[in-house]
């Protein structure tokens, strides 16, 4: 799963502060669903990327 999210770290980011988020408040949030933190990529000028991956069950056996 990837994110796309303005970043709330930047007070030069024109957007309204509610329609922005840090790179630490998505991995909180995402925190709650079974995905695990990949990576930020950070080439886009204002956003933050952020990718997760679905989290492997435990093995059962």
């Given at each position: 799963m990837a994110l796309i999210e303005y970043r709330g770290e930047d007070p030069g980011v024109p957007i309204k502060p509610l329609h922005k988020m840090t790179e630490a408040q998505i991995k909180r949030e995402m925190a709650a669903q079974p995905l695990d933190y990949v990576e930020t990529v950070s080439t886009l000028p204002r956003q933050h990327l952020v990718i997760?991956?679905?989290?492997a069950e435990p093995d059962k056996g």
């Open positions: 997760f991956r679905k989290r």
